[in-house]
């Protein structure tokens, strides 16, 4: 007898199969049950019924609670009115029938709901979300292999910080101290040499101490690098990815978007050419929305969903005043004051998703920059070489996933986008 999965039961209408899975739900007349099975490919209503069972499976059945595991037995059969299926069980065996399980379906608190991260993830709304995340990661790697990027995997344990010191994890290395990277960019530019085009993608650390919706002290990201690259052609590739991702979502997880009640007409919008202002026309458009913000001043959180409440579609944000960004970005040829940078902003308010920038690659300037930073010379050797032995105009950007999975999945907090979110105050489970 076939073991089938619950998402390919359209093939078995009629015939007997064995389906492995939880409960997810159940209840009871005298003489049927109805459990709602799920088997982590999707939901099934599996109907017992006392003209099929023995009166000891009957007995049996009873025993049954929220997340007990099963395998059941039994036919296949298309819901009479619904596109969903049946199963009709002749025969069933707990694996493991499950303590009062606490998620019940009363309404819970976020952090009750947190502390239990480890059963929560079984939820409905949860179990979509991941589903989302992993088309997501599925179509960047696609991507980027279909646009000729190597995948180069940076370090973690590093001597040194890519986005500033501030918010630096820094740990006790033997006799030394290292720090949790904030980016593979900086180990990306050495490889495009070898490599042209490059990408690495990996958990980084921020000891972030802001309590927003946005902030995590651990996330995925995905850094690209290009050779022979201006900022034209990178912003290119980013909407390009943007875009194809997007489009992976839509064609694989309609479902999923469903339980999440997410209104897809914003994410079919993204067929069309993404916005492009710059970072000083989104200073005067946020003072007229009413934004205290000064020129030359950064975006804030605030700001960021103000202004992109006002699209529907990715924004791209450029030239940012060069004294708010990395050391490493290159300025702007006409404009010394500004880099020759964007962000990538998400519509619907939910704001940054990508940071890029063109890389400075003179040897002399960066120098100069890394010791108007304050950066330690001697752990940036390595980096002003790579200057030294065939230098090139290159560039690339960032994305951080959990902000793109948010915006993708209408979900207002990145904790839920992640399976176990690190934040200033949980590191548990
Ligand atoms: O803008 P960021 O700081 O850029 C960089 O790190 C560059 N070195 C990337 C590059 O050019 N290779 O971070 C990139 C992205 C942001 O746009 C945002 O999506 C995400 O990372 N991000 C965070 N996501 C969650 N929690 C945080 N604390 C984040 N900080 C940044
Ligand atoms: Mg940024």
Known sequence: MEHVLVKNLSNFIGKEVTLNGWVANFRSSGKIAFWQIRDGSGFIQAILNTNELSKEQWKEAQKVTL???VKLIGKVAKHPKKDEYELQVSDFKYYQIAEEYPI?????????LMDNRHLWLRSLRQWSIQRV????????YQYMRDNNFLKIDSPILTPNACEGTTELFEIDYFDNKAYLSQS?????????????????????????????????????MMDAEM???????????????????VKKVLENNRADLEIL??????????????????????????????????????????????LTKEYDNPIFVTNYPAKIKAFYMKRNIKDDSLAECSDLLAPEGYGEIIGGSQREDDYDILLQRIKEHKLPLEEFNWYLDLRKYGSVPHGGFG???????????????????????????????
């Open 67 to 69: 997340e007990t595991s």
């Open 104 to 112: 019940g379906k009363k309404e819970h608190g976020v952090d009750f």
């Open 133 to 140: 995340r992993d088309t997501l990661i599925q179509a960047n």
């Open 184 to 220: 593979g960019q900086l180990y990306l530019e050495s490889a495009i040499f070898a490599h042209n085009r490059v990408y690495d993608f990996g958990p980084v650390f921020r000891a972030e101490k802001s309590k927003t919706r946005r902030h995590l002290t651990e996330f995925w």
């Open 227 to 245: 050779a022979f690259s201006d900022l034209n052609e990178n912003m290119k590739v980013q909407e390009e990815l943007i875009r194809f991702m």
């Open 261 to 306: 009640e997410r209104d897809i007409k914003p994410l079919e919008n993204i067929t069309k050419p993404f916005y492009k202002i710059t970072h000083q026309e989104a200073v005067k458009k946020l003072q007229k929305l009413g934004s205290d913000i000064k020129d030359g001043d950064d975006l804030g959180a605030d700001d960021e969903t103000l």
């Open 399 to 429: 994305f951080g996933l959990e902000r793109i999975v948010a915006w993708v999945c209408g979900v207002t907090h990145v904790r839920e986008t992640i399976p176990y979110p690190r934040t200033i105050n949980r590191l548990r489970p």
